[in-house]
Structures are given as C-alpha cells and as structure tokens.
C-alpha cells in the first residue's frame, strides 16, 4: 500500500534524488550579479601584481634610516599608473602616491603625516619606523593561478571585482530554469478586478512570482479554470514549454481539486503527495516524461509561501551545487504544538547584545492569514514528535526577508 503522508526529512531526501542540472552559459561581467559560478575564478597574476605603496609619502632604503640618517633628498616623484622608478641613491629618496609601483631598491615607505618637506628635502619627523611598513607586497593577497572563488558560489559583487581583476569580461553561469507560476480556481480574480461576494484575488502567484525573481529565475504567470479538460490542455502545453512549474491550490480533497489526476494523465510521475507538516501539508511534487519538475502547493498563501521557502528553494539549491549552511536560532517564548507533525512557525528574528539571534513568534490566524507574514522575517523548524518547544531552546530558522 502506497505511504501517504511522507516526513519532512523524507521529502528532502526525494528532492535532493530529483534535483537538475542546470545547462552552463557565458553572460557579460555587468549581468552576472545574483547568479551562481558555474566556473572557478582564478587569478590571472598575482595579487597585487607588484609591491604596492599603500600610503601618500616617500618610499627609502630602510638602512639609511637604521643608520641614523634622518634627511632625505628627494629625487623625483613617482605617481599611481606610472612605470617602475629605481631609488640609485640609497641615501636619498622618491615621492611615492597610493597605488604607485614601489621603486626598485627602496623598501619602506613613510607617509607625508610623518615628514617634512623643505628645500627639495624630506625630513623625517618621527623616532621610529617599522621596515617593510605601508606596502602591499605582491602576491601578498593571492597568487597567480590559485582559486579565488569556487564555481557554486553565489555571485556577489565581492565576486564581481574578482572577475573584473582577472579580466573575466564575461563570466559563466548556471542559467537558471525557465519557470511558470500557475494559479487555479475559479474563485480567482486577477489584482485589478474588483472580486465579487464570493471571489477573492490573485496574490500567492505574485509573492512567488518575486521571491523566484530575487533568485535569478524568469517567471510568466497562468491561471487554470475549475475543468479537467481545459486544465489537461493547459497543462499539457506548459510542460513543454517551461523547466519549472508552480502550481499553487488543487491539490487537496474538495471535489474539483482536479490537478493530481490531471497531472498524472500528463505522465507526471509523482514523487509524493502530502507531507508531516504544518502548515502546507497537501504539497504534491512530479517529473514530467521530458524531465520538467512540478510543485503543486497547497492554496492556502501561508502553505505556499511555506513550500516554496522550504523545499524549492531546498531543491533549487542542490541543483544549483551551492553550499549552504543551516540558521539556528534561539527561541524567545515558550511553544506548545499538540500535533505529532513538522511546524513551521512564523518568526521574528533580532540579534541580542550577546550577538545571538533571538526568534520571537508570531500569532497568526492560520495558513490562510496571509497578512501575517509581513509581521515576520522566516519560519522556525520545529520538529516533529514534540509538543512543548522550551524558551532558550535552539532550532533551525529558514528566513524569507533575503536572496537566495
């Protein structure tokens, strides 16, 4: 007999098995922010590049100054963007700027705070300097050939200067998967129409429509009427012409939550349908027979937005090849959940003086009080086979109030 409701865990064991693989494309510099490495970064030369004078001021032979010598003529001056100068004097000394190529045969540099210039002559005004000081040495920070940032990392604009200092003009990516989010019932109306008695609006496709945005992914939104056969139809012509699809609602028991039969017409295999949890529960995933991944979520805005914070972006993710770390928070209040299933708890989430992070719960109406969720910043993990979750007690928290 088939297993109907499935655990949490058991649930990211199947999408990990059923994750993707992401076809690799070269993208300008100037786009590739928000998108995943699907190359390693790798420096091109050393880091810096040459022994680099970090401070306005003059660049000497250190020995003079051990020698007591505390005058130095100044023999010219030499600018950030100009070629290599030599200090042929040991005695004397170079006007040196931030970013200038130190001169060969100098190897100290003492900033202009420090000296005083009369006459064609710096004189140092302090007792001591340090040999070697204000120099950034080359290949000091990495050198040439070695990884700077692995292919899976999240391109941030950190990994953007990288790429641009090793003349990556352009830069490989994981393109990310074409995706379409689809609302069904007929008790929909979209945002700019006024709903009647019985009709309410649009509004899980369009939070789901931004949070896949704030990950990279292209999104186009569709509707499905309450009838088999249009939604057959429909269906039928988004599998082939999407990787993703988002369905939110149908997916229950009520007598028109068509889409689980529907979707197996479609030779959709499903991988599960329900899980241990709440909210969200009636959360059905599939592979179509041209290897297009179905999410259908429960209807409810908080079970949706919970199923997409949790397990697509789980499944997203792996597919993805990114290394990510789970949040664990301390929870603020006491907690008491009598049902033996997984509870996403909605949150508020502060750091205390002790540089801990503080998750404080927040009282809802239930997964259909969407308007709640704009009073937190992510959901608590609570587990299952546990009723009374203790103040001081730490869990994990998967926040939404950020990118992927």
Known sequence: MEKTFITYEEALSILEKNKTTFPTIRVPIKDCGGFV???????????????????????????????????????????????????SDEHACIEVMTGAILPNKSDTVIRYEDI????????????????????HFKGSDVVKDSVISKAGNLISSAEINVAAATGKFTVAIKQMPKAVIISSGDELVDVHETPLTHQIRRSNVYGIQNTLKEWGIPVELRHLPDNKEEMKTILATLL?????????????????????????????????????????????????????????????????????????????????????????????????FEPN???????????????????????????GDFANLVKADGFLILPQNKTIFTKGEVYPFVPYRNNL
């Open 37 to 87: 490495l699907a190359e390693d970064l790798t420096a091109d030369r050393d880091l810096p590049p040459y022994d680099r004078v970090t401070m306005d001021g003059i660049a000497i032979d250190y020995s003079s100054f051990r020698n007591g010598q505390r005058e130095f003529p100044i023999m010219s001056i030499a600018p950030a963007g100009s070629p290599q100068q030599t200090l």
């Open 116 to 135: 005083t210039i009369a006459d064609g002559k710096a004189c140092i005004d302090i007792t001591e300097i340090k040999h070697r000081q204000n120099i």
């Open 240 to 336: 082939q012409d999407y990787d993703l699809l988002v369905i939110t609602g149908g997916v229950s028991k009520g007598k028109f939550d068509y889409l689980p039969e529907v979707l197996t017409s479609l030779d959709v295999v499903k991988h599960f349908h329900k899980i241990q949890q709440r909210p969200g529960k009636p959360f059905w995933f599939g592979t179509s027979k041209n290897n297009k991944r179905v999410f259908a979520l429960p209807g409810n805005p908080v079970s949706s937005f919970v199923c997409v914070y949790i397990y697509l972006k789980f499944w997203l993710i792996k597919s993805l090849g990114i290394e990510e770390s789970m949040l664990y928070v301390i929870l603020n209040q006491d907690v008491q």
């Open 341 to 367: 299933l997984i509870y996403f708890l909605e949150a508020t989430l502060e750091s205390n003086v002790n540089g801990s992070l503080i998750a404080t719960p927040v009282k809802g109406n239930g997964s």
